[in-house]
């Protein structure tokens, strides 16, 4: 069936940049998108971006400076990284995956990241 | 696209029927899905496409709307659905969610 896991560092500290891996089973990286969205504790969920079938990218704009997906399609994973980390990038970080007129149908477990020193 | 949710928070009593709104900046097309999040949970698609029910959903829950105004239905509460709920627009990317609605039990 249908899996994705995050994984990552739980603590990161201020301005340093935070590596996330997103290891998918039951579908094919090159057939269905992966999305990246987050959630600060207490809040709601926030887009983060994308990397599509073709292995092209989209970013929210706010954190476009500091984001980079990429994906391992031999291995089954999409990374995220995102530099300059601030207190305020202390969320649960989710990967989700879309395909053709699917978007957001299953979810991982989501990855605990706090930024603090 | 802003997505304005409403109400961020609902006390409700097992059996009520309860209604989420969502009403989108612009007009959104149908592209909307609506998610359930348990505490400690990832979210769980609901709705997608406005009004189709998602493998697995129970009938309680309905969706409808169309152009910028959505909404989110549960028939009969029960104790199962008591969660935080989320709306997303998918017609223009950047993707945006609503800020959730908590519900709770009276």
């Known amino acids: 069936q249908v899996q994705l896991k995050e994984s990552g560092p739980g603590l990161v500290q201020p301005s340093q940049t935070l590596s996330l891996t997103c290891t998918v089973s039951?579908?094919?990286?090159?057939?269905?998108?992966v999305h990246w969205v987050r959630q600060p504790p207490g809040k709601g969920l926030e887009w983060v971006g994308a990397i599509w079938s073709g292995g092209s990218t989209d970013y929210n704009s706010a954190l476009k400076s500091r984001l980079s997906i990429s994906r391992d399609t031999s291995k089954s994973q999409v990374f995220l990284k995102m530099n300059s980390l601030q207190t305020e990038d202390t969320a649960i970080y989710f990967c989700?995956?879309?395909?053709?007129?699917?978007?957001?149908?299953?979810w991982g477990q989501g990855a605990s990241v706090t930024v603090s020193s | 696209i802003q997505m304005t949710q409403s109400p961020s928070s609902m006390s409700v009593s097992l059996g009520d029927t309860v209604t989420i709104t969502c009403r989108a900046s612009?007009?959104?097309?149908?592209?909307v899905n609506w998610f359930q999040q348990k505490p400690g949970k990832s979210p769980r698609r609901m709705i997608y496409r406005a009004t189709n029910l998602a493998d697995g959903v129970p009938s309680r829950f309905s969706g409808s709307g169309s152009g910028s105004d959505y909404s989110l239905t549960i028939s009969s509460l029960e104790s199962e659905d008591v969660a935080d709920y989320h709306c997303?627009?998918?017609?223009?990317?950047?993707?945006?969610f609503g800020s959730g609605t908590k519900l709770e039990i009276k």
């Open positions: 989700t995956r879309s395909g053709t007129e699917i978007v957001m149908d299953a």
């Open positions: 612009q007009d959104v097309g149908i592209y």
């Open positions: 039951g579908f094919s990286l090159t057939s269905n998108s």
């Open positions: 997303l627009q998918y017609d223009e990317y950047p993707l945006t």
